[in-house]
């Protein structure tokens, strides 16, 4: 058994797969930010961001899932976050009150934001304004380098075609 906060790797049907214990929950993964700043003299959306962030980060201690909307009409905004099924509530909220401050260094005062942590995901927008589909892929390309040759591509393939079923070595 793995020590907390020692990732570790392991071939499962040809993939490795990297394991990260729950002591780790804190690594940045994925950072989406609008390019649209908010236009905002009165302070009114500041204002409902700060009480919805607050909202999700008070609800993170008590469910591992949350949506909640701050402000009324076009001045709305709209935000979720989900911790990872294997964190505590104290871990899940841990997770979650970092995101607002790192969505403001990442991001900046933006109408919309999505942050993943490894162990919880968190973003929101103004109402009318989407980013991209709910169930769009999302990824983020890790470093310099390029995996070649075609191990992964033709486990892919073989996976996606047997839907997740074993696959024969030619």
């Not at 690594?27 to 500041?46: E, H, M, N, W």
Request: glycine letters at 10%; charged letters at 20%.
């Amino acid at each position: 058994m793995p020590q907390a906060g020692i990732a570790w790797t392991k071939k499962i049907y040809g993939f490795l797969v990297t394991v990260i214990s729950a002591a780790d929950y804190t690594t940045l993964v994925f950072k989406g930010c609008a390019d649209q700043r908010f236009q905002d003299p009165s302070g009114i959306y500041a204002q409902n961001l700060k009480n919805l962030s607050d909202s999700l980060v008070s609800q993170s201690s008590q469910k591992i899932y949350f949506t909640a909307t701050s402000g009324d009409g076009q001045n709305a905004i709209m935000g979720l976050y989900q911790c990872r099924g294997d964190l505590s509530n104290d871990l899940c909220h841990a997770c979650v009150t970092k995101v607002p401050d790192l969505i403001d260094k990442l991001c900046g005062k933006v109408v919309a934001a999505r942050v993943q942590l490894s162990g919880c995901y968190l973003k929101y927008e103004v109402a009318g304004f989407k980013q991209v589909s709910e169930t769009e892929l999302l990824y983020k390309v890790c470093g310099s380098t390029k995996a070649s040759g075609t191990g992964f591509e033709g486990e892919e393939r073989c996976s996606f075609r047997n839907h997740g079923g074993w696959c024969k070595k030619w």
